[in-house]
């Protein structure tokens, strides 16, 4: 093979995994797009912009259901590390809630046991839960706040303290309390419009 025929194979090898890279790219944008759709269309959300910040952290209509396990896994890494009671507290309030039958749902829960999530996932809990809570009566969102504190506690209180004392440690105080002011902050929203999503 002469130079000129070397050539034209590595170019023509070249622009072949670039056309391979090109129709990669394509099929996840289709794919992306696919699975928006799908959890627009479980969940009624339009906000294209929230609809891509659940994609991008392995939101799905078949993990959706985890979402609303999110403030137990904020309490549990509070103070950096995940403590073997902690993390079966949460996976209790994950069972209590029927979570253990929807595998994809709890195998996504416990990889943010595995390792600590992204803030940003935090962020789409709130923007999630103002979307919901817009379509709620009053005493179904105090249903849900009353249910979220009362699960977070469970899982604060369960690091434990020195000989029984101080049953939640500092961090995981801070992180109730940050907690209940975002649920508070969510109810006193439905008094004015508002849109979809609610910035961090």
């Avoid at 070397?6 to 090109?22: G, I, Y």
């Avoid at 943010?112 to 809990?125: E, I």
Wanted: aromatic fraction near 6%.
């Amino acid at each position: 093979m002469d130079f000129e025929e070397r050539r034209r194979a590595l170019e023509n090898a070249f622009f072949h995994k670039r056309d391979q890279e090109l129709l990669a790219q394509l099929g996840e944008r289709e794919a992306k797009s696919q699975r928006k759709n799908q959890l627009a269309q479980v969940t009624g959300i339009q906000d294209q912009a929230l609809l891509d910040r659940l994609d991008d952290l392995k939101i799905r209509p078949e993990t959706l259901d985890a979402l609303l396990l999110v403030p137990l896994v904020e309490i549990a890494w509070a103070d950096g590390k995940m403590h073997t009671r902690q993390r079966q507290a949460v996976l209790a309030a994950a069972e209590q809630a029927g979570l253990q039958n929807k595998y994809e749902a709890y195998r996504l829960l416990q990889s943010w046991l595995d390792a600590k999530p992204s803030p940003q996932l935090l962020v789409c809990w709130k923007q999630y839960v103002c979307f919901l809570c817009r379509r709620m009566k009053p005493e179904e969102m105090q249903v849900l706040r009353d249910d979220t504190m009362d699960r977070a506690l469970f899982v604060a209180e369960a690091a434990g303290g020195l000989l029984g004392f101080h049953r939640v440690g500092r961090e995981e105080r801070a992180k109730l309390d940050e907690l209940s002011s975002m649920l508070c902050e969510l109810a006193a929203v439905f008094s004015c419009p508002q849109s979809e999503s609610l910035s961090a």
